[in-house]
Each structure stands twice: as structure tokens, then as C-alpha cells.
């Protein structure tokens, strides 16, 4: 007797699922859309022939998957599983993959650029936290750390797909052309590194403590991810548009946006300076979007763009 038997398993992954609710419904949809499909194609299907769905849930270490697990409907129609790690490197078995998800998650960097915190280097982003209106350099470090990553996502993803395996991935781009008048979708940072700045100047933050910290979020103009996905030999664009995506932010309040941004960032705030300055500083940057309400709605200028890709290895 052998233990490996002929299976009909699809094995499908969401990088970056978060806690839900998004991700279990993404997941419902993909499951039953390849459902579908298979009974539109095959009228009898023997007991062998229907599909089992594998649904592996994967974000950081630090994500609460307990939360999501006890989200997750009774009555699905998959096996659910976790996998904690950085989809910049292998998280998967080689060619164990058919289909891959992700949203909203590929503008996070794997780390902020060296070369921005380095005070000897050109690229060092004094009295910022971004890189919007910064010094080219450091946008371009930016720009480079981004490209890495993305390649880095891309390289670990043709290992683990099946060979015509999918991913269809939502990322948040920018237009190829940005206007002065432009509210940039960063511009938000450059409020939230004013706002540090200004804590500086009352000696309630150290200005060391605030050059060496960096937001690591890139948002890339949707020409130059097409560009590294046409350059990559393992994958073809079987399928580009911009989503027309309804903004949470669609009638501004400032509360409800600076809570937002907090559920992000703060940890990230909290580990840097430490917890003291934490409600402080959102309540002033509270003040300040009050003051400058378009920064809430960069809606034009954020481009949710879908890549459907396959892999061809
Ligand atoms: C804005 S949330 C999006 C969540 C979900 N995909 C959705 O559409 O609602 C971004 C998620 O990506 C995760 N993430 C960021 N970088 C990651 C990485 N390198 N590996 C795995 N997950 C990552 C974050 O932890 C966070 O949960």
C-alpha cells in the first residue's frame, strides 16, 4: 500500500490576511469562484474529482491570528491553517501553491533603507519621517528598497507556485505623473513628522529619536511595478486595471482617520520612543489634520491597481 494517493487539493494563500474581516471574505469568494468553475467544466464529478480547498492564512509573527481563527465562519468550505512570516521570503513547500492572494499589503517594506538613518550618508533624512518632499536621494533609497522587496516576493512565490499557479495581487500605487497641487498619499506622514518636530522644539522628543525613525511604507507609481513584473521570466501579466475602490475616508473626520493611522502605526511609534509620547502625539496630530483636512483625501491620487499574474515555471 502506498501512503500517497492521487489528491484533488487546491492550495490557496492571502499574504498579509491581517485579523479579518476582509480575508475570510476574499477567501469565501475565491473558493467558491474556482467551485464554479469546475462544476460549469466537469457535469459528473467522481468522488475523486471535487476539489478540497487548503486556506493558509499568513501574516507577521506579531498578527493576532487567534482573533481571525475565531472569526472564520463554522460552515466554510475549506481547511484553514496559519502561517507566520515575511512574504518576502519562503513561507511555502516548493510547488505546493495554486493560488496566491494579497491586498494592501506590498507598499510595507521589509525595513526602512540603511543608507536614510546613516548620518554620513546623502540619503540621511534629517527631520523627516518619509520620504515625500525629502531629498532625492532619499526617495531613490526608497525606491531601491522597494524594488528589492518586490523582486524578493516574486522570487519566493515562482518557487512555491505549481507550475500556471495564480496570484492576484491589490496594490496601492501612485499616478506616473504627480502634480505640486497633488495631496500625495504620504503627505500624511510628512503632517505626522511635523508634528514630531514641533515635540522636539518643546524638548518632549529627542531630534536623534526622530531622524532615525522612518516610516516604511513605499507607494510606487503602477509604471514601474509593471516594468519589474515584465522583467521577471517567472511570471506573465495575465491581467492589470485600477479597482475603483470606495475610500473609508469618502466624507472626512478627523477622529476616525487619526484612529486608523494609529492602529498601524502606533506599535511601530511605541517601539521607537516608547510609549510616554504616544497619546500626545496623536492628539496633536489630531489638531493638525483638523487645520489641513485635505490631507484626508488623497483618494485621486491613491491607484488600487489588481495584477493577475501567472506563474510559468
Ligand atoms: C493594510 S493590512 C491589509 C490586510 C488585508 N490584506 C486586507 O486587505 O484587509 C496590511 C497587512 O499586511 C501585513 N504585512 C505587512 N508586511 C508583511 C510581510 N512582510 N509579511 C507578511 N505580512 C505583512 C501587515 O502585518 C498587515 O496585517
Known sequence: MTCVEPTNVISIADLGCTTGPNTIIVMQTITEAIENQYYKTVQKLSAQQIPEFQVIFNDQVSNDFN???????PNRNYFASGVPGSFHGRLFPKKTLHFV??????????RVPKEITDRSSSAFNKGRIH???????????????????FENFLHARAQELVSNGLMALQIATV??????????PARVYELLGSTLMEMTKEGRVSEEK???????LFYSPAKNLKEILEKNESFSVEQMETLK???????PNASNFVSMLRAFLGDLIEQHFGGGIVDELFDRFTHKVVEFPDIMNPKKLKLVMLFVIKCNN
Request: aromatic share 14%.
Open 67 to 73: 482573533t481571525l481563527f475565531k472569526r472564520l465562519p
Open 101 to 110: 492572494h494579497s491586498a494592501s499589503t506590498l507598499h510595507w517594506l521589509s
Open 131 to 149: 520620504y515625500i518632499n525629502a531629498p532625492k536621494e532619499v526617495q531613490d533609497a526608497y525606491a531601491a528598497q522597494y524594488r528589492t522587496d
Open 175 to 184: 499616478p506616473d505623473v504627480i502634480l505640486e497641487s497633488d495631496i500625495h
Open 210 to 216: 526622530v531622524d532615525s525613525f522612518n516610516v516604511p
Open 245 to 251: 475602490v470606495e475610500e473609508f475616508y469618502e466624507a
